[in-house]
């Protein structure tokens, strides 16, 4: 067990709908990765949260956002859902802020968009 | 840019050493090398890091040369379960954020 709880777990919904995707970190990390992994895809980072902060960007589409709380979850809202959103979204936390701090992965929400 | 390459896939056999290796030539000075083991439908779990020359842990060991353009995650007698995607993540300083390759997918035998 990793410590970060991510849900839901399952997500069905259809095109154009809106979703929130929620993720609570590791007891004590500050800081919060969202990442995609489609279909036999690798990992694709879409943002970096650090202490209530965006800090990084990735690849991340504009009709996807992010916030982390003063609690320190974060939520990721996925909006106009088109077919190729599905995928697996993870959440990771890590300590701090450096690149060299390993990352705790939670199972990830499975977004299906039909 | 720390760009990963590693293998795509590899097989082995149960009992088996498995050494897999990862390139990173852009590799910055005070960033670490992390290794990340992922199987189907789960999120990466942390394996091992390391900076340079040997790391060991109760799971695997890291070889990482003196000029830390690779690296090399081993796997002493490896069994079905091992069977999985291998990452190999070096830190994006330049950037902040920390991007994956393709990994490597073992795949163990009996």
């Known amino acids: 067990d990793s410590g970060v709880t991510q849900t839901p777990k399952h997500l069905i919904t259809a095109t154009g709908q809106r979703v929130t995707l929620r993720c609570s970190p590791r007891?004590?990390?500050?800081?919060v990765y969202w990442y995609q992994q489609s279909l036999d895809q690798g990992l694709q980072f879409l943002i970096q949260?650090?202490?209530?902060?965006?800090?990084a960007k990735g690849n991340i589409l504009e009709r996807f956002s992010a916030q982390q709380f003063p609690d320190l979850h974060s939520e990721l809202n996925l909006s106009s859902l088109e077919l190729g959103d599905s995928a697996l979204y993870f959440c990771?936390?890590?300590?701090?802020?450096?690149?060299?701090?390993?990352?705790?992965f939670g199972n990830g929400t499975r977004l299906t968009v039909t | 840019l720390a760009k990963t390459t590693q293998p795509i896939s590899m097989d082995s056999y149960e009992g088996q050493e498995v050494n897999i290796t990862c390139s990173h030539n852009?590799?910055?000075?005070?960033?670490?090398i992390t290794w990340y083991q992922q199987f189907p439908s789960q999120g990466p779990r942390f394996i091992i890091q390391g900076y340079k020359t040997k790391v060991t842990n109760e799971v695997a060991s890291l070889f990482i040369p003196a000029d830390r353009k690779s690296s090399t995650l081993s796997l002493p007698r490896v069994s079905l379960s091992d069977t999985a995607v291998y990452y190999c993540l070096v830190g994006d300083k330049t950037e902040n954020k920390l991007t994956f390759g393709t990994g490597t997918q073992l795949k163990v035998e009996l």
């Open positions: 990771a936390s890590s300590v701090d802020l450096g690149v060299n701090s390993p990352l705790h």
């Open positions: 852009n590799i910055a000075t005070n960033d670490y």
């Open positions: 007891s004590g990390d500050l800081s």
């Open positions: 949260y650090y202490n209530g902060e965006e800090r």
